[in-house]
């Protein structure tokens, strides 16, 4: 899965971060023909600030599929990046008159501990009978614990089975992820779920690497990092997603459309 931009990123950080709809289209096609089988798609509003908004979602929903038809799965955020609430996130993905194929969930940002279920239980059962697949975003692997009581008490359902092991986060100059962090998540996580990872900063191949040698799938882009693996920077989206293709074909991986 190729991530092309995320929420904070800008021109500033990297000319070739793509932005507008037009940009992150044919940002999808480019990486799809370096071996991307799927997207993480963030759209951003006018002044090119994060956004949720289901009529500027629509916009980038449709220059991808022109751009790639069905040959990527596409799948949207509801990142709540300190504006929106649990409720708003739910209300985005509802209102999108186009279906993605998948959305991305923070656990601790849509089932909060000490608040109320009821209002994600309901979305939750209404993603899987719309046939849009959620993908749980995990940022500790102490949370798997608790999307185990989740499902224990019927909040999220039995038939969401992938999940995302984030490695790092927006690191602090000299601040490193380690690929062994991946094995905390491994200790808790259920043999039933189906488990991506993306790791931020210079460490991002090492750690993809290592998901990919113990069955993982990948998410990898100008999202979480702008360098290769000896520090170099990337050109672009596509010839991160090149290489880390080529480590996935090197290890005997099959490469195929799917979150």
Aim: glycine share 10%.
């Amino acid at each position: 899965m190729v991530a092309p931009n995320g929420a904070r990123k800008g021109r500033g950080d990297h000319p070739q971060l793509p932005i507008t709809p037009a940009e992150v289209a044919a940002t999808a096609a480019a990486s799809m023909a370096a071996g991307a089988t799927a997207i993480h798609l963030h759209a951003r509003n006018e002044a090119g600030a994060h956004t949720l908004d289901p009529m500027i979602y629509a916009r980038y929903i449709a220059a991808v599929r022109d751009a790639v038809g069905d040959g990527l799965f596409l799948q949207v955020t509801t990142e709540a990046v300190g504006r929106y609430t649990a409720t708003e996130q739910m209300a985005a993905v509802r209102g999108l008159a186009v279906r993605p194929d998948g959305v991305s969930l923070a656990l601790r940002e849509l089932v909060p501990e000490g608040g109320e279920h009821g209002a994600a239980r309901d979305f939750f059962a209404w993603l899987v009978e719309s046939g849009i697949e959620p993908q749980l975003i995990l940022y500790r692997p102490e949370e798997l614990d608790r999307l185990a009581e989740l499902r224990a008490a019927g909040v999220v359902p039995e038939a969401l089975r992938h999940v995302l092991f984030v490695l790092g986060r927006y690191l602090a100059p000299g601040e490193v992820v380690e690929p062994r962090a991946l094995l905390g998540f491994l200790e808790r996580h259920s043999p039933g779920d189906l488990w991506m990872v993306c790791a931020f900063g210079r460490e991002e191949t090492a750690c993809l690497a290592t998901a990919a040698a113990l069955g993982g799938d990948l998410r990898v882009g100008f999202e979480n990092s702008l360098q290769h693996g000896d520090g170099s920077p990337a050109r672009d989206n596509a010839e991160r997603v090149a290489v880390i293709a080529e480590l996935v074909d090197r290890l005997g991986r099959v490469r195929q459309r799917s979150a």
